[in-house]
């Protein structure tokens, strides 16, 4: 799990974002997946590839949090 404080006054007041992210990519595949396909995702069928981009767009829109004032 990634946290961090806010920027600013919000961070200054200790609001926080967090994010969870798995070592072997596949939380984002089963948190955010459409649920008919959270089974497949779960048992590693989506492509590393896939996998990485979705964690890539998770850490985006964490640090993208965190700088939100």
């Known amino acids: 799990m990634f ?3 806010r920027v600013g ?3 200054r007041a200790g609001n926080t974002v967090g994010t ?3 070592a072997d ?3 984002a595949a ?3 997946g459409p649920a008919d396909a ?3 995702r779960a048992e590693g069928s ?15 829109s964490f640090v ?5 004032p």
């Open 3 to 5: 946290t961090a404080r």
């Open 9 to 11: 006054p919000a961070g």
């Open 20 to 22: 969870y992210l798995c």
């Open 25 to 27: 990519l596949r939380c």
């Open 30 to 32: 089963v948190v955010h």
């Open 38 to 40: 959270v089974r497949d």
């Open 46 to 60: 989506l492509p590393p590839e896939e996998r990485a981009e979705r964690i890539r767009t998770r850490l985006d």
């Open 64 to 68: 993208a949090d965190v700088l939100r």
